[in-house]
């Protein structure tokens, strides 16, 4: 039975992208946890947020997300690659004939292999080509591996080559209504379809694979005393193995927005680690506090030590009057 996009849907699309764009309303500066993934408006800058922390997206050197920068075949592939935690090729696999010297050459063949993005007959990615929104389309729905053929609508406003995969992807609502879908992508069409397609991703697989959620709370004790708490959560399907340093943590504590204490600075640990093991739905807990804080707006940022848990690592702000 195929799914189709029904009209009303249909009228939707239409609709300028800037109108759209205003019903997610202002930007929320709360955390968004992983598990906080809901139907939620939420606004692009807070899906930007997301996936920022969660490493699928850096950023430019500015730090800045450049929303309205048309958006390119390498950039794609990197955060897919980052996305789906897939791991870099095999060195005896020879690279693309244009990639050899490309800051991202690993992750472009690991996503070509993957079959998600094509190459042409000389093997060549042109990893710097602008992408329509119809072409990130044809990568999402090969990403996701929807079958096109399950999709239906009235016709869209791209090529007759994309139709199906246009369907496909509005109708799971992978990419949010254009008035042409053969107009260049930019970065906040990755945005938007980069966070739906990590809620398609949890939906189907129930959890999100190999994941550790973080949570960390601050609470004062006293005027100028805090305590914090934070916890690692394990939220997969099976039994996780951490590898716990000596110092098991670490966590940078800004004021004003200048570092003022690193947990690791100056302390010298025994490079010894021991192999925990966590079951499903079991934490792992750590508290600390900070003592005699000056008056100021505060940031803290904790991470757990274990290279095979990126993820787990998040942060809070909090005031001190």
Known sequence: MKKWLILFSAFVLLVPTSTLASVDGNHSTKE????EITNQKLSLEDKYSFLKKKGVLKGK??????????????ELAVSLYRLFKLEKPLVKIAPLTDTTKHW???EILAVTLQGWMDTD???????????TIEEVAQVLVKAAELNVDEYASIWLPASNWAQ?????????????????????????????SLYEL?????SNKGIWEGSMEPKLAVKANTED????????????????????????FDYILKKDGKKIEQYTDNKRWIMLYK???????????????????????????????????????TKVEFEVK
């Open 225 to 248: 005393d805090y305590r914090w708490t934070f916890t690692v959560k394990n939220q997969t399907e099976k039994e996780q193995i951490v590898n716990i340093s000596a110092s098991q």
């Open 164 to 192: 199906g995969y246009m369907a496909a992807v509005l109708t799971e609502n992978f990419l949010s209504g254009e008035e042409d879908y053969r107009k260049m992508a930019t970065r906040s069409h990755l945005v938007y």
């Open 32 to 35: 968004i946890s992983q598990f």
């Open 198 to 202: 990590s809620k398609y991703v949890d």
């Open 121 to 131: 007959n000389n093997r060549k990615f042109h990893p710097n080509k602008k992408m």
């Open 104 to 106: 991202a050459k690993d």
């Open 61 to 74: 050197p500015d730090g800045l997300a450049h929303f309205d920068k048309e958006l390119t075949r390498a």
């Open 275 to 313: 192999e925990t093991i966590l079951k499903q739905g079991e934490e792992l807990t750590y508290t600390g506090e900070f003592l005699n804080l000056k008056p100021g707006k505060y940031e803290l940022e904790i991470w757990l030590i274990d290279s095979n848990w990126p993820d787990a690592k």
